[in-house]
């Protein structure tokens, strides 16, 4: 099974830009469809954003739409997620996971992911 780390969460201002990262090892990584879900206090797991194996498919929460990019390095076995002009309620820890379904392209279920991450916390100040 592949094993992933995430990184790059902080603490900044509304307004700013954070990149994560998601490095994975263990498996090919390109045999994984990829994406970023966030969970805030209280809330439930809600997804982010979607990439497909080969890094040319996305998908994205309407809440981030246009705000924040996803996308994958397949030499480097990481995903990234660049995210600008963050709000308040982008405040969540986020979470990357994986799935190697085969008939999963752009997976955008939680229930569709197999492998997640230990999470980073993003916290944005107003």
């Known amino acids: 099974q592949v094993q992933l780390v995430e990184s790059g969460g902080g603490l900044v201002q509304a307004g700013d830009s954070l990149r994560l990262s998601c490095a994975a090892s263990g498996r090919t990584f390109s045999n994984y469809a990829m994406g970023w879900f966030r969970q805030a206090p209280g809330k439930e797991r809600e997804f982010v954003a979607a990439?497909?194996?080969?890094?040319?498919?996305?998908a994205y929460a309407d809440s981030v739409k246009g705000r924040f990019t996803i996308s994958r390095d397949n030499a480097k076995n990481t995903m990234y997620l660049q995210m600008n002009s963050l709000k308040p309620e982008d405040t969540a820890v986020y979470y990357c996971?994986?799935?190697?379904?085969?008939?999963?392209?752009?997976?955008?279920?939680?229930?569709?992911?197999?492998?997640w991450g230990q999470g980073t916390q993003v916290t944005v100040s107003s």
């Open positions: 996971g994986a799935t190697d379904t085969v008939t999963v392209i752009v997976a955008v279920g939680l229930n569709l992911y197999k492998y």
């Open positions: 990439v497909d194996r080969s890094g040319r498919s996305t």
